[in-house]
């Protein structure tokens, strides 16, 4: 069964207005965090794999402050780059209790819509149906997720239409990920332990074939899927991703040669080096660091270039076979490269 709710929403901008007033809303907060909804947010911020983690009674006390607090002393950086998003809301309250009445009208109809557009990157047998989506004022920076059965959908970055993301085809995304992870479930990493360079193939793989088949991509190897709409991705992400892409590629190869070279020597370690080298969000410009810069890293753009050619030139059958046995990648890979004419590029 798939079902929806938004039900913490309203309690939460009454909140946010009671404490723009001064008046003491800590217990009310506590409660309403005590809620399904934001229980199971907090388990996921609570066991994050990152580390920049935040328990219910830090979130309060963070919350409690949030107007006076120095921004770049706040301990977690889920909570520091999410401040400026909760503020806004508190200033525009009215706005958001709007939009809400609005995101009401959102129905499961929606949500098959929604799922249409995930099960065309699947295979025939995968169909998602048990899931609950939740749309909420989520309390940390990701702006949509999914964990446990569960999928969240931001009230300011996901929901508002003001923002460049399709809220169809982001649900779809998250979704897309429930769906891959069936597919992937019985894969043998004990062999993957023995093709090291298989298993960073394997990591770009998630988040690129959500955006391949999800966001209709289109970028230096692999092609639209629905060539009358736009590719829906975050654009300063993507032009980064591609102003950069030679820079980023070059260091693809040079990734695969260090693996193959033996200097690294199980799957923790290539896992660290997908997530500094390839999962990052922040970047320098002109000599500064800005946290959170690319909201979409990547992954999300390399990942689908590389799984998306193989889709384009062999279809889902054997983009499937490769990624149930990433080994096979490189052969496919290398072949299509060949036939694009990009032979160069090869890996």
Not at 147 to 155: E, M, P, R, V
Not at 212 to 222: A, P, Q, S
Not at 240 to 250: A, H, P, Q, S, V
Not at 301 to 320: S, T, V
């Amino acid at each position: 069964m798939i079902s929806l709710s938004s039900e913490t929403i309203e309690p939460m901008l009454n909140i946010m207005d009671k404490h723009n007033s001064g008046e003491d809303i800590k217990s009310k907060l506590s409660e309403l965090l005590d809620y399904e909804d934001y229980r199971i947010e907090l388990e996921r911020y609570k066991n994050h794999p990152t580390g920049d983690r935040f328990t219910k009674d830090e979130f309060i006390e963070f919350f409690l402050n949030i107007r006076n607090v120095n921004q770049k002393s706040v301990f977690s950086k889920y909570l520091r780059l999410r401040r400026t998003d909760l503020i806004y809301i508190m200033d525009n309250l009215d706005y958001y209790r709007n939009l809400y009445t609005k995101i009401k009208k959102f129905s499961n109809e929606d949500v098959g819509k929604a799922l249409k557009i995930t099960h065309n990157g699947l295979p025939d047998n995968i169909r998602i149906s048990e899931m609950k989506l939740i749309f909420s004022i989520g309390l940390g920076m990701s702006s949509g997720w999914i964990y446990k059965g569960y999928s969240q959908y931001d009230l300011k970055n996901v929901l508002d239409t003001n923002n460049d993301m399709n809220l169809y085809n982001t649900i779809a995304h998250e979704c897309h990920h429930m769906g891959l992870s069936i597919l992937i479930k019985d894969i043998d990493f004990s062999e993957l332990s023995k093709n090291l360079d298989a298993y960073l193939i394997f990591l770009l793989s998630g988040e690129g074939l959500a955006i391949k088949f999800c966001n209709n991509y289109e970028g230096k190897l692999t092609s639209r899927l629905y060539t009358n709409e736009i590719s829906d991705c975050v654009k300063k992400s993507l032009d980064y991703y591609l102003k950069n892409f030679d820079t980023i590629y070059l260091s693809l190869i040079d990734d695969i040669k260090k693996i193959r070279n033996k200097e690294y020597s199980n799957l923790a370690e290539v896992r660290k080096l997908f997530h500094s080298h390839y999962f990052y969000t922040d970047v320098e410009k002109n000599g500064e660091v800005i946290e959170n810069y690319l909201l979409q890293p990547i992954t999300y753009f390399l990942g689908a270039d590389l799984w998306g050619l193989i889709f384009d030139i062999y279809g889902k059958e054997i983009m499937f076979e490769c990624l149930k046995n990433p080994t096979q990648f490189f052969t496919f890979y290398n072949l299509a490269l060949i036939k694009i004419g990009k032979e160069e590029l090869q890996i």
